[in-house]
């Protein structure tokens, strides 16, 4: 169980287009979801907190305008990265709990490879 | 700002070897400590969870260790197989929310 997808798995766009990735909960209800970004070398790094019919909250230095993030329903968030630029290139994740606010595990998508050319 | 440190960054070991990995976190206020497996470019696995009010928690040939006052958690892993290959992420809890800060992780390679 805890099963969280997501999609796609990898992308190759142009600079200057939007690419929208997609994260569901598959067998649980998700009041709330995180994006991350893993830079080559480096930590996961929380983007913003995705919260079920409300805005995300994003985190310092995250522009909320470039990367938006809906949450339409207790099982789907989905990331958009406006206006891509190949700095942007990067592994996107998202997570959900079954519980929220409980400190229950977080279960992880397989990520998206995301390169701007 | 609560910063965790893996080390080391990189481990090869031999298969059927016992290891340890490491982690350390500058603010010992935290909700929980979770160890994840991640494969090359895939997402995280979770393998363990640890509570703030717990000291160690196991799972088959993993056991992690949490040691809050010093803000270092381990995780064991006995009878290492070359299946075992992948990086492992350590993540700090905070604040009640599931916001998570991540390590680097440290890369194990399994030899057979």
């Known amino acids: 169980g805890a099963v969280v997808s997501q999609h796609p798995s990898w992308v190759i766009c142009k600079s200057g287009t939007s690419v929208k990735i997609e994260c569901r909960s598959l067998?649980?209800?998700?009041?709330?979801m995180f994006w991350y970004r893993q830079f080559p070398k480096q930590s996961l790094m929380l983007m913003a907190t995705s919260n079920e019919g409300s805005k995300a909250t994003y985190e310092q230095g995250v522009e909320k305008d470039k990367f938006l993030i809906n949450h339409a329903s207790l099982t789907l968030s989905t990331l958009t990265v406006t206006s891509a630029h190949p700095e942007d290139s990067s592994f996107y994740i998202c997570?959900?709990?079954?519980?929220?606010?409980?400190?229950?595990?977080?279960?992880f998508g397989n990520g998206t490879r995301l390169t701007v050319t | 700002k609560q910063e965790v440190t893996q080390i080391p960054a990189a481990l090869s070991v031999p298969e059927g070897e016992n290891l340890v990995l490491n982690c350390s976190f500058t603010?010992?206020?935290?909700?929980?400590l979770q160890w994840f497996r991640q494969d090359p470019g895939k997402g995280l696995t979770s393998l363990l969870l640890i509570q703030s009010s717990q000291r160690e928690q196991t799972s088959g040939r993993l056991n992690a260790s949490l040691d809050k006052s010093s803000g270092r958690s381990t995780l064991y892993i006995a009878a290492s197989q070359p299946g075992d290959s992948a990086t492992y992420l350590c993540a700090v809890g905070e604040g009640g929310s599931e916001k998570l800060v991540f390590g680097k992780g440290t890369k194990l390679t399994v030899n057979p």
């Open positions: 067998d649980f209800q998700a009041t709330t």
């Open positions: 997570s959900a709990s079954v519980f929220s606010g409980s400190g229950s595990p977080l279960h």
């Open positions: 603010d010992s206020a935290i909700y929980n």
